[in-house]
């Protein structure tokens, strides 16, 4: 079946530490890749996406995600995060063909220790 | 530049009751999508309307129906509600081809007793 996983239900670093969340997911083809940013109480904030080109994304807020296809991973990371950074994150992926119809990993939960 | 809105922000309902939840966009975007979100499940969409006049079903659509009223507005309907539509739904709006970006509205939390 085809699937969005993040490994980690939740993840706590403290802060100024350097930090990457996992995303994989199983499908044939390369979709778009995404990750979407969630604050307590929020909707969803787009952070970066992937289409095609260079496998090295740049995102708001300092982050970056790194495309990689022979491991279908689409990992988010950031050198050094603040306490505001504490938040859930969400993979997500459009299948190339299939519209624009997003379909999300069921997300990291994000604490920062101050 | 309201973005996307939705109404209303928090809904308490009982078992059997129904109700329309709003979504209105004011970006001129073509497409509209309504998500439902679970503790552990992601989102998860519901239904979808990739322009003015179309409506397609998403991955849970059983016991809800929508209507896009015009480009702006996106409505779903819990014709009757049960405990197990007890979520928080988001409405999204895209420009359209894929891989566009979603914009996504603050949420309405829903609760059936």
């Known amino acids: 079946a085809q699937s969005v996983t993040q490994p980690d239900i939740h993840i706590t670093v403290s802060e100024g530490a350097s930090l990457e969340l996992r995303c994989n997911y199983s499908y044939g083809a390369t979709p778009y890749l995404f990750w979407y940013v969630q604050s307590p109480g929020q909707g969803l904030q787009l952070l970066l996406k992937?289409?095609?080109?260079?496998?090295l994304v740049q995102g708001i807020k300092g982050f970056e995600a790194e495309f990689k296809r022979s491991q279908s991973s689409f990992n988010l990371r950031k050198p050094s995060v603040h306490w505001s950074d504490a938040a859930e994150y969400f993979c997500a992926v459009v299948l190339t063909g299939g519209g624009n119809k997003l379909t999300f990993g069921t997300g990291t939960q994000l604490k920062v220790e101050l | 530049n309201a973005g996307v809105t939705q109404t209303p922000k928090f809904q308490v309902l009982k078992t059997g009751q129904s109700m329309t939840l709003q979504c209105a966009q004011d970006m001129n975007h073509n497409s509209m999508y309504w998500y439902r979100q679970d503790p552990g499940m992601g989102l998860r969409l519901i239904y979808y309307?990739?322009?003015?006049?179309?409506?397609d079903k998403g991955e849970v659509p059983n016991g809800y129906n929508v209507s896009r009223l015009n480009k702006r507005e996106f409505s779903l309907r819990l014709e009757s509600a049960a405990p197990s539509q007890t979520s928080v739904y988001f409405c999204?709006?895209?420009?359209?081809?894929?891989?566009?970006?979603?914009?996504f509205g603050p949420g309405t939390r829903l609760t059936v007793t």
């Open positions: 999204a709006s895209s420009e359209g081809p894929a891989g566009e970006q979603q914009y």
């Open positions: 992937y289409f095609s080109g260079d496998t």
């Open positions: 309307s990739a322009s003015e006049g179309t409506t």
